[in-house]
């Protein structure tokens, strides 16, 4: 079945960088976006940002600009979402999906992965 | 701030149908065919139960429907089960700089 599997939680001081993988597994990687949604403890949905496998390409929401940085590695069919300079801010949970509907829709997500930033 | 606007809460009894609204502008909801809905129950990841307005995908029970009118988008569950009970967030596609864009989630209680 389709499915997408994230790295487990993480640990940052303030002013670091997360990297969390989206491991991709059941259909063509390189066919279909990928997106990723944070949500902090208790908070709704954020979207970041999206990325093309096949191409690479991205887009990431103004808010992110400068701070995120979405690649993959098509070779383990596994999308990457770094995450610089953080602050609490940012402590939440991160979540891959993929691109279901032309424009947009999000089936299936990731299971998430838990960000905590503290000093 | 949310982009788009939805009710904190709405409750309903089992079997009864209640609808969730979703606000948003002429540059997002209004001006788009490219509204979702997500289901989502505590400490699980959201489920896609609309896409584009009033599309299902498989596997999605068709008490679940969705529909849109000018800026306001709204999703309609039908006969309401136990397990509908979950925070629903709608979103959007949208023509700034952000792209996508959801709403801050209404949490359906049933009573």
């Known amino acids: 079945q389709v499915q997408l599997v994230q790295s487990g939680a993480e640990v940052k001081k303030p002013g670091a960088s997360v990297k969390v993988s989206c491991k991709a597994s059941?259909?063509?990687?390189?066919?279909?976006?990928i997106n990723w949604v944070r949500q902090a403890t208790g908070q709704g949905l954020e979207w970041m940002g999206w990325?093309?496998?096949?191409?690479?390409?991205?887009g990431y929401a103004q808010k992110f600009q400068g701070r995120v940085t979405m690649t993959r590695n098509t070779s383990i069919s596994t999308a990457y979402m770094e995450l610089s300079s953080l602050r609490s801010e940012d402590t939440a949970v991160y979540y891959c999906?993929?691109?279901?509907?032309?424009?947009?829709?999000?089936?299936?997500w990731g299971q998430g992965t838990l960000v905590t930033v503290s000093s | 701030q949310s982009a788009l606007t939805q009710p904190a809460s709405v409750s309903g009894s089992p079997g009864q149908s209640i609808t969730i609204s979703c606000t948003g502008t002429s540059s997002d909801v209004g001006g788009y065919n490219y509204v979702s809905w997500y289901q989502q129950h505590p400490g699980k990841a959201p489920k896609l139960m609309i896409y584009?307005?009033?599309k299902r995908p498989s596997g999605v029970s068709n008490r679940f429907s969705g529909s849109k009118s000018g800026n306001t988008a709204s999703l309609t569950i039908s006969g309401l089960q136990a397990e509908d009970e979950a925070d629903y967030y709608c979103s959007s596609y949208t023509s700034s700089s952000t792209f996508v864009v959801f709403g801050g989630g209404t949490k359906l209680t049933v009573l």
């Open positions: 059941g259909y063509t990687f390189t066919s279909y976006d």
């Open positions: 990325m093309n496998p096949n191409s690479g390409n991205t």
């Open positions: 584009d307005v009033s």
């Open positions: 999906a993929r691109l279901f509907g032309v424009v947009l829709g999000f089936d299936p």
